[in-house]
């Protein structure tokens, strides 16, 4: 079983590109989370999206935008990145909103 | 203000020893309380606990809810090596139609042989 598909593993920007990190799941899952991890601060909650055709932001949405394409698939998108933003970036997805969340492996992402 | 507290933040023990980790946290509208073991990469699941479920078991983890203390501990007896990862706490609470998981710092514990 895949569960929840997270691309790229790994990213180099310069300041100022843009991208998109990838997230799908196929558990048939409702709600579907970003969050970034940083070295100290745990786990922070970047946008979420309680079911298809909803996001909300979350602890520290700036500089992020979200699309739920559909019930599948979440992406996340650094329109302008900045040094601030080297983080891991880690999707989840949990079949109701207060349920347990099951996490991709992560992006490994580095602005130079 | 965090929202959810983990304590200690670092652990060292030895094998064999008995280990609690605790939890504590301050929200509106909780909704369940989750475990999550994280090694080298993503978190994974551990335990769940809602105001229905208030004490889960699996093989040496354990983890009770104390709803009057809003706080949360997780039992590991009998630690092993492969018991090495940092464990974080998670609480999910929900209003106005909206849900949040929130995490904790997390608690790295090392266990030596």
């Known amino acids: 079983n895949a569960g929840v598909t997270q691309t790229p593993k790994f990213q180099v920007l310069k300041t100022g590109q843009s991208m998109t990190l990838q997230c799908a799941q196929d558990m048939n899952h409702n709600s579907m989370y970003w969050y970034r991890q940083d070295p100290g601060m745990g786990l922070r909650l970047i946008y979420y999206s309680a079911s298809e055709g909803t996001t909300d932001k979350g602890e520290v949405p700036n500089g992020y935008n979200v699309s739920r394409l559909n019930k599948r698939e979440f992406s996340l998108r650094l329109e302008s990145a900045a040094p601030s933003q080297t983080s891991v970036y880690f999707c989840?997805?949990?079949?109701?909103?207060?349920?347990?969340?099951?996490f991709g492996q992560g992006t490994r992402l580095t602005v130079v | 203000e965090d929202k959810v507290v983990q304590s200690p933040l670092s652990l060292v023990v030895h094998e064999g020893d008995t280990v609690t980790l605790n939890c504590s946290y301050e929200v509106t509208n909780f909704r369940s309380l989750l475990w999550y073991k994280q090694e080298k990469k993503a978190p994974t699941f551990l335990f769940m606990l809602t105001s229905s479920g208030i004490e889960k078991k699996s093989g040496r983890l354990s983890s009770i809810l104390d709803k009057k203390e809003l706080s949360s501990i997780l039992n590991i007896t009998a630690t092993q090596t492969g018991d090495s990862a940092i464990y974080l706490c998670?609480?999910?609470?929900?209003?106005?139609?909206?849900?949040?998981?929130?995490f904790g710092k997390g608690t790295k514990l090392s266990v030596i042989p």
């Open positions: 989840a997805s949990s079949r109701q909103a207060h349920t347990e969340a099951f």
């Open positions: 998670a609480v999910g609470e929900s209003g106005a139609g909206s849900y949040q998981l929130t």
